[in-house]
């Protein structure tokens, strides 16, 4: 927590197994309270990569696309 505010980090991801792990590992850990991930139904191991390395993972059922995926991120964060 930073000044009594709550950060959250928000990742819409869809097939994102090759950059996943890079860009959790970028993340300023010291300061940031919350990771979440959500998965636009990717059918590679975005998901299960996520999982292991301990972000909290929304997960969409079919593709809804990038808009919608960005507006269910800010709804998790909130």
Known sequence: MLHDLKIVVVMPAYRAEKTLEECFRAIPHDIVDAVL???????DRTVAIAQRIGIKVHRHPVNRG???????????AL
Not at 66 to 76: F, I
């Open 37 to 43: 991930l959500v998965d636009d139904a990717s059918d």
């Open 66 to 76: 990038y808009g919608a995926n960005q507006k269910t991120c800010y709804a998790a």
